[in-house]
Nanobody, 124 residues
Framework: QVQLVESGGGLVQAGGSLRLSCAASGRTFSGYGMGWFRQSPGKEREFVAQ????????YYADSVKGRFTISRDNAKNTVYLQMNSLKPEDTAVYYC?????????????????WGQGTQVTVSS
């Protein structure tokens, strides 16, 4: 498994931007597909975005498409989530996760490793 640590969360006004980072250690980072999920109080954890291995294709939830961008830097063992045009409904704890599965997956149980989460709060 790989160890994941998220950072970059915080409080931002609606319409603002944040960039989340997820630093990985332990195993070969490039051998993992990387995803971002989020969870709001009283709601189930939901898929936000994924960047696959090995080709780096990206996939997004409809709710964030066009506003969020996932990217990875294999040299730095880091995956990023650039979040623009933030809305109050984006408020959640954001989790980074890693999967050994090839191709796209938004299925939580197909992700083997998880970070501890970082809080994002968007005020109206």
């Amino acid at each position: 498994q790989v160890q994941l640590v998220e950072s970059g969360g915080g409080l931002v006004q609606a319409g603002g931007s944040l960039r989340l980072s997820c630093a990985a250690s332990g195993r070969t980072f490039s051998g993992y597909g990387m995803g971002w999920f989020r969870q709001s109080p009283g709601k189930e954890r939901e898929f936000v975005a994924q960047i696959t291995r090995p080709g780096g294709s990206t996939y997004y939830a409809d709710s964030v498409k066009g506003r969020f961008t996932i990217s990875r830097d294999n040299a730095k063992n880091t995956v990023y989530l650039q979040m623009n045009s933030l809305k109050p409904e984006d408020t959640a704890v954001y989790y980074c996760a890693a999967t050994r599965k090839f191709g796209a997956t938004a299925v939580i149980y197909e992700y083997d490793s998880w970070g501890q989460g970082t809080q994002v709060t968007v005020s109206s």
